[in-house]
């Protein structure tokens, strides 16, 4: 079963397909991964061994009548703590709410379901999805698990479903972003994740922090699977999930017709790590290669500025939010998550009116400016995993290059694009318009058939 661990969801649907493993036995061996690793990894905060096995036995009887209900069927999933679902707890990542039971299901689970998606548990996450280095003081950080002697972040917020599919412990899961909290951990664990455009998958029933800016997106090892569980997420009721790998691999024009535009690396604006310069240039020959046209513009704005406001947006949105009981000192929230929603009480309501507006115009500007384009090839994050005694709670510099997508209401695919001197992956992204995933998803796909890095994978044990 050890071939399993780091199988794709595209390789592990085609063995189900084929007899050559059922639903069962292939949960029963992720479980086993996870009762083995996760007391180190500390990827899932919760487990549900009789739901899932319960699940995967369904899925083993469809199949035998002829009935399954698609690549999904049977497929092992991880589900970020903050989706509820029913008769479970949905902590959100926060000691105070361990005792919180959910009444009702998350859309995005329940179409999960309606896949055939076996549940295996829920991940760990920042508490109230707030932070981007992956830190929780009063539960506990996930381990990133490529490095087997130094605790390091796992970048978060979705910290848990990063380091969960990294490791193998699922071949996918679900995290949200807010500014940028799929793609981080998705680049510093070396695996693939897609932010998606507000709306574009249902959220209801995944608890907030900025109702302007959340989106639900997959965390998964390639671009092709992310865009089963993207089909799964906003298909219509009873429409098949099907194979979506977009590229003939003999076909050198792939992208023949494709602008992507470069952001030329004296426009960073900060400092970036040597190798995630390499591998972003390395990226740049890959889709040139595949036929793509290469521009090279940097976007009408400032990263820096777009950064902050989007800051100021989520700390004023997750502020009201929360407001009810973040100050009170008798309640175990962690001190920097509540620091960081006691910064959106400053924000006056006429402040938070023309942050909208900001976030409007930002939107118009970013729409125009990629009218010619079909993305934007840029790092991830600026540098890599770091020691978690390192982190400087006080600032997000992993955000830096993902919460302009937020902030103008694009959607992005963080994709794995080599490593570091020390063997720690390093990650670039295409960022594009509103609702044009499957562009993005495509150029991913591509990239994929001409390298290798998706597929390297940590050693865990």
């Known amino acids: 079963m050890e071939q399993y661990a780091f199988a794709s969801i595209t390789e592990l649907a085609r063995s189900l397909a084929m007899n050559n ?24 905060a919760r487990v549900f061994p009789e739901q899932a096995l319960a699940q995967a036995r369904q899925s083993d009887e469809r199949r035998q009548q002829g009935r399954a209900l ?118 510093l664990n070396g695996i693939t994740g897609l932010k998606t455009t507000v709306g574009a998958i249902n959220a209801d029933g995944v608890y907030p922090l900025s109702r302007t800016l959340d989106s639900v997106g997959p965390m998964t090892r390639t671009a092709d699977d992310a865009a089963l569980l993207l089909q799964a997420l906003t298909n219509a009721p009873g429409q098949t999930v099907q194979s979506m790998t977009y590229l003939a691999q003999d076909n050198a024009d792939e992208l023949a017709g494709v602008r992507v535009c470069v952001l030329p690396e004296d426009d960073y604006g900060v400092q970036v790590q040597r190798a995630v310069r390499l591998g972003s240039r390395d990226m740049v020959r890959m889709v040139e290669m595949a036929g793509a046209t290469i521009v090279r513009e940097a976007p009408p704005f400032s990263f820096e500025q777009a950064m902050s406001d989007c800051g100021k947006l989520i700390a004023a949105e997750g502020w009201r939010l929360h407001k009810d009981y973040i100050q009170d000192p008798s309640q175990h929230f962690g001190p920097f998550v509540r620091d960081r929603l006691m910064a959106g009480k400053s924000i006056s309501d006429m402040q938070y009116q023309d942050l909208l507006g900001a976030h409007l115009n930002m939107q118009a500007v970013w729409t125009q400016w990629m009218a010619d384009k079909d993305a934007l090839l840029l790092p991830t994050t600026p540098f890599g995993p770091i020691p978690l005694a390192q982190v400087d709670e006080s600032g997000t510099p992993l955000g830096y290059f993902t919460r302009f997508v937020n902030w103008v209401n694009g959607c992005a695919l963080a994709l794995p694009a080599g490593f570091d001197q020390t063997n720690l992956p390093v990650s670039v992204q295409l960022a594009g318009k509103a609702g044009d995933e499957l562009m993005l998803l495509r150029i991913g796909s591509t990239i994929q058939s001409l390298t290798a890095w998706h597929s390297y994978t940590p050693t865990v044990g």
């Open 70 to 187: 698609g690549m999904l069927d049977g497929i092992p999933l991880g589900i970020k703590d903050l989706c509820d679902i029913e008769g479970t707890v949905t902590a959100c990542g926060s000691r105070q709410w361990e005792t919180r039971t959910s009444a009702l299901t998350a859309d995005a689970v329940h179409r999960l379901r309606a896949h055939g998606a076996v549940i295996i548990g829920k991940t760990h996450t920042v508490e109230f999805a707030f932070g981007g280095w992956g830190t929780n003081a009063l539960l506990g950080t996930p381990r990133n698990p490529w490095d087997r002697n130094l605790h390091r972040v796992p970048g978060g917020s979705s910290s848990g479903s990063g380091v969960a599919v990294a490791a193998g412990l699922v071949p996918g899961a679900l995290g949200t972003d807010t500014g940028g909290s799929v793609r981080i951990p998705a680049a």
């Open 21 to 44: 493993v059922t639903a069962e036995s292939l949960t029963n061996y992720f479980l086993n991964r996870i009762d083995r690793l996760n007391p180190v990894l500390h990827a899932f």
